[in-house]
Structure formats: C-alpha cells, structure tokens
C-alpha cells in the first residue's frame, strides 16, 4: 500500500496511530460499547497497521456500531457508505452535478456566452460521494463500507482497489491521493461471500452473539435505567431463546428493545406471560413468535431459564453451535 | 524439536523464535486448508510486534485477527492454537502418546500380516493392504485364511505358487478397499514433522464432523465408508446453516420495498404534496421449486447420495423439490429422499436398484426424454433444474437438443460437474451442455455449498 504523504502535526492521527489497547478499552468503555479482548485487538491492530478492518456476524451483533465509536472517540467524521445491490462508482465515488451544469450552461447563454468546458468539469461541478470525500478529507476520518456483502462483485472489486492505494483519477481533473489512510471498517452480514483478495487485505474480526456475562454489560451500560434484576432477566432469557430453533435469532438490538418495553410495563422481573405477550419485540418472524409463546406456554420455561443461567459462566447458547435436528 | 514454544516462558530470543514459531504453525494451518498467503503470514508477525506475547489472550486475538479471514476457520484455527502453543509438558506427553498410537497400530499390523502367512512366512503386503484385512468381517478374514492354509498344504508347492497366491491376496484387498472407498491415507494430515503432524492430527479429531470439518475439502467420491455418519452431520448442518441463510435473504430483501409512487402522491394529494403516508408496493416473494436431475451411474452414485441429502436439508427454504436419478433411463425418486440418505447411502443404492436405473451405463439423452413425455408438467419458470452429472453419457447430442428446449422452460439450469475444473477442456460433452447451463465445478461438499448458495440464492428475491 503507497503510503500517502501525510498531514504533519495532525494530532488526532497521531492519537489514532498512537492508541494502546489499554487506551482503546477505557475509550471503548467511556463510549458505552462493551468490547471483549477479541475486538479490542483487532481494532487496535487495524488502526496500528493502518489496514482495513473487515467485520462480520450476524445483524445486529454490533458491527456497524464500531465504526461510530471509532469516529466518536477520535473526534472525527465518519463517512458511511451503505452498499445495496446496483451501487456504482458514481454513487460512491463523484458524480457530476448535472443540473448545475444545465443552469450555469443557461445562465451564460442568457448573456450570450458558451462556457468552456474545463469550466463545467471543475470542482465547483463537483459532487463528491463518499469514497472520494473520505479520500480528500482533511483529517484522518472513519470511513465505513456498510454491508459491503449487499454490493456486486463487480463493484467489490472497484472497492478493492481503491482500498489499495486510495488514490482515484478524475479523467476531468487528474489523480487525487489520499493526505492520509482513512480508518476503513467494512462490515458484513455473510449473505454473498466476499473475494479473497478483500479479505486479505484486512484485518479480520468475527462478532459471534454475545455470551450471557456481555450482554448484561451491553444492558446495563445501554439501558442504565432497568434494575440489576431485570438486566440478569433479560440476558438470561434472551440466551435460552437463541438456544431455540429459530429463523432468525433475536440480536443485541432487540435484547435493547426488548428491555426498554419492559421498562416502559414497569416490569420488575420477567414471567412466562410476559414474555409471550412482549415476544414480537423480541422476535421478528410470526412463526418464530409462535413457537416462544408456545415453549412459554407451560408457565416454566422463563423460570428453568433463569436457573440454568450464570452469567459468570458464558453461556452455552452464546458459544457453542446447536446440535443438527435428529 | 517441539511443535511451538509456549509464548508466556519468554527468553531472550523470543522474536527470533517467534518468527520460526510462526512460520511452523502457519504450516500447520494451511494443512488443515485455511489458506494464509505470504502477506498475511507478515501481517501476523507484524502484530505480534504490537501486543503483549506475555498474554496469551492477545497472541491468540492477534494471529487470528490477521491469519484467518473467514469464520468456518476458526474452530481450527482455535484448537491448532491451543494445540501447538502448549506449555512443553503437555506438548511432549501428546506426540509420545501419537507416536504410541502409531507404534500400536504397527504392532496390530505386523500381528494381522502374521495371520496372513503362507507356508509359515508372512506374505508381502503394503500396510494399506493389511490395514483393509483388519476392516473385514470375520466371515471375510476367514474365508481368506483357509484360502492361504489350503493353498500352503497345495501339492507341488513351488515358489510360483508363492508369487501367485500373493498377487491374487494383494489384488483381492486391493479391490475390496477401492470398494471400501478407503482414501490412501489423510492427505492433510502429513506435514513430515512429527510435531507439526500431531497438531494437524489433534486439531482433526477435535472437530470432525463440525462445519470446520477439512472433511468439506474433500472430493465426496474419496470419503471412506467408515466417514458416512461423520459426513452426513456435517451435510445437515451446511444444509440447516444455508436454508437459514436463504430464508434470511429473502425477509431482507421483503423490507427494502420501495414506496409505490402513485399510490403515495394520490393518497397525500391532500397534504398539499407533502408526502405523509408513503404507500408499499405489495411485493410477491417468490421462492423457487427445485427439479433435481442425477447421475446415479457407476462412480456418480456417492456424489448423487451427498447432494440429495443436502438438497433435502434445504427444502423448507424452496417451495418443492422434486427429484429423478437416472442412469440408462429416468427414474422418479420425489417421495422417497429423506434425511439418512447419504449415510444409507447403501439403501439407497438397494432401493434405487429395484427401479434397475442404478449404476449401468449413462444415457442422459434418453433420459430427458423420457422427462418431457412423462413429467413435462414439472418444467415451469419457477422451477431452477439442477443436473448432476459429470457430463459422461451415451446420447449427448440427444441431450443436448433437449437441453436446448428445456433451457426457456425453466428459470434456469443449474449443472453440478463433478469433473475438477481442468478437465472440463478435454470433454466435447462439458462445452455442449455449458451451452445450455450454469456449469459449476462440484466436487467436495464446500463446492457444494458454495453452488447451491449462489446458483438458488439468486433466485430468492421480491418481483
Ligand atoms: N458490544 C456492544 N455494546 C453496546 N451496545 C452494543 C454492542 N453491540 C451492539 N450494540 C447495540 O446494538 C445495536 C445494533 O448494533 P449494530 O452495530 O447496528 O449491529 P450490526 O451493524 O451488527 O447489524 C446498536 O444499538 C448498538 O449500540
Ligand atoms: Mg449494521
């Protein structure tokens, strides 16, 4: 990777570049976002290498939340560029504004002039997208590439090489270099593998759903509002769920929401009925809620939830993969 | 030697040692198919400059941060690393403990070889042969036993004899373990270093059958017998993993619909143009049926087996499979692919047998035909046909006119080769029906995934 001639004396580059993991665990946790040994590493390996960090997991584990963090913690911009099927250079990269060119083509006419070209394909006809404002930022900013697995190949294979050398050409005004490597957080769901050469490039983390232990921490640090009791309730409950067969696991998000209406109940400790009556916070799948409220129906299952959870120990449903179906 | 220094026992010459350290467990990761390439072999090393080597925790964090990019790694990753970084002791006590193991199984060898003597002198047989005596039954074992001794008590017992006998014992276990489909030995499994091969063996045993089984790299043909109940674990659990995923897809791509313009502007025309109430579009999910075509013939029936049994993991995430095996001619088999069918792969081999279409010659031309005069009606836009097959068959230009028709009948033809990819140019066959097809290379249960994720993936979508 061409290092790109920096900034001097940009101090928030040197703070990111700087940055112990001991420094980044007290940032991380002063930010409310729980982070075990497994993030904190990658993260600081990616800022310290300068490489990409290619994160992925299931949604709603807390991916996209990191690149926010990073940018919270190091005071600078994040530029988010959410991929989606059909996304082009031209919606990440620039894009010529069309309709100021036709105006200051008709304003010049109306004084009986025709512009010059160069004049219409300047900066101030310009739009820049995110991959280009990220690389003519002034600071070093996060960057991040939301669901990268959502885009085509084609444009995956584009991203890769600006990612190599975040240098870009401009047929209209030549090759523009990055002052600096932005911090790149990519993110992905797994739904389309990604190319080998993009995931060698970066360094890699894995986010698995949390253990019992970390999703009280995330509780209590996101909802510091719900008592001891309920935050114990919740992780142990929201662990024996993910041990069902599910469609779709409930993720930290909806734990949250899931929390906050019980709060808003004015519920102190969670039961089988209330959890059956709350269970589309939790769940988003109609027949995933048919079978929780099913499970929940002998009026035992929060109960032998509760026993069999210690959130000391991580829990069995947050670690191991589920035996096959007999 | 030992397989990896401890990395909290410092020293002096830790970075140097770390370095070789490094170089040797990356060699036992790529044995066990998690591919690190020279760059990330450095960025390992770079991170280990960056954290402390005296915590465990972070070594462990770091390498996997920068050597193994994809999650179905990890589990290996994990057990390799606990493995080779061992404290010493442990480390010693385990490669004495294997190369035990292999001193047994020596001894067990040299004592069944003794059995299999003639006229008192054990014959000269490799350990792969004497190994698949041990596997028979003890009908098997005896019948060739009292083959030897009538044999040895001959008259006119001469050295020729000797040399006969042996050959006809050699090709006989030969045969059977072809039969047996013994692989020769666990490719992966040798490094050339003892140390390193009791890692890669180690790590192996702790997670056979799970989805970072190197068993998903293997050609499905080369999958011994004896692996068929390890095999179809890992099978329904690709299969219940992918049927999640596809089903996940096809919810996400239901939330992004897009607001019906009309219908919005018409229904806010009394906000003034301020658009309030954005109106869905009512979006039709459609999720295709499946129509499985497969070669049942001579090598094609293992292949056959596996992917039915995956095929049938997935069919709560597709709305119908229907499935015909062929081999001279076509044969439905829709009501009778259940879960097992891999690990029966023997049942179903019997079952398929009294329908007479299993393991002769191919014909898939006759084959198609009989499809479009008995089962026309299965052919439908919603319909993705999968044919497996290695393209070797009897009446391919037949096929290959009734895959032209099939083609615009379907949504589209998905063909699992079997063939590796590099053979594809020397078979007239692969060029014709490639026409006509999505031909993928499908060979091992990773392919396999792979393909089917891909090929009936993209057809899950909102219209
Ligand atoms: N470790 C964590 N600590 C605190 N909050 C978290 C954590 N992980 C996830 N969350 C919260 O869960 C929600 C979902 O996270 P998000 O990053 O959007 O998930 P993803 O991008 O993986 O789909 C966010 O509100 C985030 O703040
Ligand atoms: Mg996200």
């Known amino acids: 990777m061409a290092a790109p001639a920096r900034a001097r004396g940009a101090s928030f580059l040197e703070d990111a570049k700087n940055a112990t993991t001991e420094w980044l665990r007290k940032a991380f946790e002063l930010d409310g976002y729980v982070a075990g040994q497994e993030i904190l590493i990658a993260v600081y390996l990616a800022l310290r290498l300068e490489k990409p960090i290619l994160i992925e997991g299931a949604p709603g584990v807390g991916k996209t939340e990191i690149a926010k963090v990073l940018a919270r913690i190091f005071g600078t911009d994040l530029i988010r560029l959410q991929c989606y099927e059909g996304l082009d250079e031209s919606k990440a990269l620039y894009e010529w504004d069309y309709q100021k060119q036709l105006l200051h083509i008709q304003l010049l006419r109306e004084a009986g002039c025709i512009p010059e070209e160069s004049e219409l394909f300047s900066e101030d006809y310009l739009l820049e997208r995110p991959l280009l404002k990220a690389i003519r930022a002034e600071r070093r900013p996060v960057l991040l590439i939301d669901e990268v697995d959502k885009c085509d190949p084609e444009f995956e294979a584009f991203l890769f090489e600006v990612l190599s050398d975040f240098t870009v050409s401009v047929p209209e005004l030549g090759t523009i270099r990055a002052r600096q490597i932005p911090i790149v957080v990519l993110t992905s769901n797994n739904e389309r593998e990604l190319s080998d050469g993009l995931r060698r490039r970066c360094v890699y983390l894995f986010i698995e759903y949390p253990s019992v232990e970390k999703e009280l921490r995330i509780v209590r640090s996101r909802v510091p509002e719900a008592s001891d009791k309920l935050a114990r309730d919740v992780a142990c409950v929201v662990a024996r769920v993910r041990t069902m067969d599910l469609r779709k696991q409930p993720s930290i998000a909806e734990t949250l929401d899931w929390t906050r209406a019980l709060l808003a109940l004015g519920v102190e400790k969670v039961n089988d009925q209330l959890l059956a009556e709350t269970a589309t916070m939790l769940l988003k799948n109609r027949d995933d809620v048919l079978a929780l409220r099913e499970a929940a129906a002998g009026g035992r299952w929060v109960t032998e939830a509760l026993e069999a959870c210690e959130p000391g120990r991580p829990h069995q449903a947050g670690k191991t993969r589920r035996p096959p179906r007999p | 030697m030992s397989a990896g220094r401890s990395v909290d026992d410092g020293g002096p010459d830790l970075a140097l040692q770390l370095q070789e350290n490094l170089v040797r467990f990356v060699h036992v990761l790529r044995h066990l198919g ?282 709560a995430a597709v709305s119908g499979v229907e499935a015909f095996v062929f081999s001279e001619q076509l044969e439905r088999i829709t009501g009778l692919v259940a879960p097992g069918v891999a690990a029966r792969a023997q049942d179903l081999a019997k079952l398929v047998d009294k329908s007479k279409v299993w393991g002769r010659g191919t014909d898939l031309g006759a084959s198609l035909e009989t499809l479009f005069e008995k089962h026309e009606n299965l052919l439908s836009r919603d319909t993705v046909a999968i044919i497996v097959s290695d393209t070797k068959t009897l009446g391919a230009d037949q096929a290959d006119d009734l895959l032209r028709k099939m083609k615009p009948r379907v949504k589209e033809i998905l063909w699992l080769n079997t063939l590796p990819r590099e053979d594809w140019p020397s078979h007239r066959t692969v060029g014709l029906f490639a026409r006509h097809s999505d031909m993928r290379e499908c060979y091992t249960l990773a392919h396999l995934e792979q393909v089917i994720r891909v090929g009936v993936g993209r057809h899950m979508r909102a219209t």
């Open chain 2, 34 to 315: 998690v591919p690190v390439n020279p760059a990330e072999t450095v960025d390992g090393l770079a991170a280990l400059e960056l954290v402390d080597l005296g915590s465990r925790g972070e070594v462990r964090a770091a390498l996997r941060a920068t050597l193994v990019k994809t999650e179905g790694h990890a589990p290996l990753f994990d057990k390799a690393f606990d493995l080779f970084f061992a404290r010493p002791e442990e480390r010693q006590a385990r490669t004495a403990e294997r190369l035990q193991a292999r001193d047994a199984r020596r001894a067990r060898l040299e004592a069944a070889n003794a059995e299999l003597a003639f006229q008192g002198e054990p014959l000269e047989l490799t350990p792969e042969q004497i190994e698949t005596y041990t596997r028979l039954g003890e009908v098997q074992q005896e019948r060739l036993r009292d083959f030897l001794s009538e044999t040895s008590a001959g008259y006119g017992v001469d050295g020729k004899l000797q040399a006969l006998v042996e050959s006809i014992v050699r090709g006989y276990l030969d045969r059977l373990r072809r039969e047996m489909g013994v692989e020769a030995n666990r490719p992966h499994a040798r490094t050339g270093d003892d140390d390193l091969d009791t890692v890669v063996e180690g790590t192996v045993d702790a997670v056979v059958g799970s989805e970072a089984d190197p068993m998903i790299h293997r050609d499905m043909k080369d999958i011994a017998e004896a692996d068929l109940p390890r095999a179809t674990i890992l099978i329904r659990r690709l299969a219940r993993r992918l049927a999640t995923r596809l089903s996940r897809r096809y919810r996400e791509t239901h939330k992004r619909s897009r607001p019906n313009m009309r219908r919005t502007i018409r229904s806010n025309i009394r906000h003034g143009g301020v658009l309030f109430d954005l109106r869905y579009r009512e979006r039709k999910i459609t999720r295709p049926k499946l129509l499985l075509i497969c070669d049942v013939s001579g090598s094609m029936a293992r292949y056959t087996a596996f992917i039915l049994e995956f095929i049938f993991g997935l069919r």
